[in-house]
C-alpha cells in the first residue's frame, strides 16, 4: 500500500487508489493511514468524527465507513487478481479498534523522516552539501499542506500540527546549510516568502538578515530586526531573543570578525 498524506490525500493498494470522495470516510481513512500499522482506538476515531458529544448513532455509522473502504479495498485487490487476501486482511478489525496494514509500500511521512534525519546527521558532522542535499530531497516530498483536502478533527489536527513543525525543523536546517555553502543571495527570495508567512519566527528571521548582510543589504538586516521586534511586542508582548538582538548589534557594528547569529551561522 502506497500512503500519501503531505499534501492531499492518496492512499493506494496495488496502484489502485482506495480514497473515498465522501468527507467523513476520507477523514476515516486519512487518521488510519497516518497510523498504518498501528491500532486506532475506535474512541479516537468517534471524537475525530464527532467531537466530545458524539451522536448515539456514532458506533454504527463509524462500521458503515469501515464497510465503504473495505468495499474500495475489495475492488482494488480484484482489479489485480489478488485472491489470497480480503479487504479484512488489509483493513483489520482488533480488540478496541481497527489497524490498516501498510505492507510494503511507500509512505511520504516515514520517508520524509528517514531523509530528515539523515539530513540531519550530516549537519551534525558539518557535511554541508550533504545535508542540503538530503534535506531538500526531503522537503520535496511536500506537494502542499498536510491533508489539504480533508475535514480534520482534534485528533488530524494535533497531526497536521505535528508535520508541519516537522517540516519547519528541516526547512530551516536546510536554509542553514545553504548559508553554510555561500547561497544567501539565492536564499534571498525563498526567506522574503517565508517570512511574510512565519512573521515572528526568529530563526528565520536571523536567517534573513544574514543573507541580507552578505549580500552587501546591511540596512535591509536591520529593517528586518525591527519589523520582528515590532511584531513579536504588538501581538505576543515579547522582546526578541537574547541570540537574535545579538545579531543585530553585531550588523549595526559590522564588526569584520563575525559572531554568531541567531541560527547559529556567522556574518563573515
Do not use: N
Not at 8 to 35: D, F
Not at 57 to 81: C, D, K, M, N, V
Not at 108 to 134: C, H, K, T
Request: with cysteine.
Amino acid at each position: 500500500m502506497d500512503i500519501d498524506v503531505l499534501g492531499t490525500l492518496a492512499v493506494r493498494e496495488m496502484g489502485t487508489s482506495i480514497t473515498p470522495t465522501a468527507p467523513k470516510p476520507r477523514q476515516v481513512l486519512a487518521l488510519l493511514a497516518l497510523h498504518a500499522d498501528e491500532v486506532v482506538p475506535v474512541g479516537t476515531l468517534t471524537e475525530e468524527l464527532w467531537g466530545s458529544e458524539p451522536p448515539r448513532s456514532a458506533r454504527p455509522t463509524l462500521q458503515t465507513y469501515i464497510l465503504q473502504l473495505r468495499e474500495l479495498i475489495t475492488a482494488a485487490l480484484e482489479q489485480h487478481g489478488d485472491d489470497t487476501r480480503t479487504a479484512k486482511d488489509v483493513l483489520l478489525t482488533v480488540p478496541g479498534g481497527y489497524l490498516l496494514k501498510g505492507g510494503e509500500g511507500g509512505h511520504d511521512v516515514q520517508e520524509f523522516e528517514r531523509l530528515a534525519g539523515m539530513g540531519y546527521r550530516a549537519m551534525d558532522a558539518e557535511d554541508f552539501p550533504e545535508g542540503a542535499r538530503l534535506l531538500r530531497e526531503a522537503l520535496a516530498l511536500w506537494t502542499g499542506p498536510a491533508l489539504a483536502d480533508v475535514h480534520t478533527g482534534p485528533h488530524l489536527d494535533t497531526q497536521i500540527k505535528r508535520l508541519e513543525e516537522s517540516r519547519l525543523c528541516a526547512l530551516d536546517q536546510r536554509i542553514e546549510a545553504d548559508l553554510k555553502l555561500g547561497r544567501h543571495r539565492e536564499l534571498l527570495s525563498e526567506l522574503t516568502v517565508l517570512l511574510s508567512r512565519y512573521s515572528t519566527h526568529e530563526s528565520l528571521c536571523g536567517q534573513y538578515m544574514l543573507a541580507l548582510y552578505r549580500s552587501g543589504r546591511r540596512g535591509e538586516a536591520l529593517d528586518a530586526y525591527q519589523r520582528l521586534r515590532s511584531t513579536l511586542v504588538r501581538t505576543l508582548g515579547l522582546e526578541p531573543s537574547p541570540a537574535l538582538a545579538k545579531l543585530q548589534r553585531s550588523i549595526l557594528m559590522a564588526r569584520p570578525e563575525g559572531v554568531a547569529g541567531a541560527s547559529g551561522v556567522r556574518l563573515a
